[in-house]
């Protein structure tokens, strides 16, 4: 397997080194952007979808000090990597990290304060029913939020896509209509040269 096949689910000595890639460089400039467009209360209960290496869940903890922070990836590598980079989080109860898939998220429902996507949604399956079980472990008013290294367009992004198996762009307008057809409101878009977030809330019944 190629190390760019490992972005979709690291596996094996090509996984490990591209999970430690995933903690850097551009990822990293990436998450502290995207975390600068929201608003996390310090005893916030969040889950980093598709975790990766775990440098967002790091992040997502110095964010909410008196919170709980999960991650959930349904790569071993990723997990082991996750565990590893938060392990005294991890060992205060502060944190789990969890092998899992979130197009079946094993979670009970109205849980979280906010859920984050951080460079993952490419990879997930049949996005609005995936949609719909994030915003089923959400509790009411809480926020869903994904962050993308592309807008949906940008030359880089394209040429990957055609590379990496399973691998699909969105851009803003096409993730406000899922997010909506899902039962989100309140979808709000940044951009940032070819980069892009997305929050939307999870409205009352």
């Known amino acids: 397997m190629s190390i760019l096949q490992n972005t979709r689910k690291p596996v094996g000595l090509g996984g490990k080194l591209m999970v430690k890639r995933m903690n850097s460089g551009s990822h990293a400039k990436l998450a502290e952007w995207g975390l600068r467009q929201l608003s996390i209360a310090p005893e916030a209960h969040i889950l980093d979808a598709g975790c990766g290496g775990g440098a967002n869940v790091a992040r997502l903890l110095q964010r909410a000090p008196q919170g709980h922070v999960t991650g959930l990836d349904y790569s071993e590598?990723?997990?082991?990597?996750s565990r590893e980079?938060?392990?005294?989080?991890?060992?205060?109860g502060r944190c789990e990290i969890?092998?899992?898939?979130?197009?079946r998220p094993p979670f009970r429902a109205g849980i979280f304060d906010l859920v984050t996507a951080f460079e993952t949604i490419y990879f997930w399956p049949d996005l609005e029913k995936t949609f719909r079980g994030v915003r089923e472990i959400l509790k009411t008013g809480g926020t869903f939020f994904i962050?993308?290294?592309s807008n949906?367009?940008?030359e880089a992004a394209v040429k990957y896509s055609r590379i990496i198996d399973g691998m699909?762009?969105?851009d803003a307008q096409q993730l406000t209509d899922l997010l909506q057809k899902a039962g989100f409101r309140?979808?709000?878009t940044h951009e940032q040269d070819i980069w892009l977030c997305v929050?939307?809330?999870?409205a009352a019944e």
């Open 199 to 202: 929050k939307a809330v999870k």
């Open 152 to 154: 949906g367009h940008d």
């Open 147 to 149: 962050c993308n290294e």
């Open 168 to 170: 699909k762009l969105y």
């Open 186 to 188: 309140d979808v709000q």
């Open 77 to 81: 590598v990723s997990v082991a990597e």
């Open 85 to 92: 980079v938060n392990q005294e989080a991890v060992a205060a």
């Open 98 to 103: 969890v092998q899992g898939d979130i197009s």
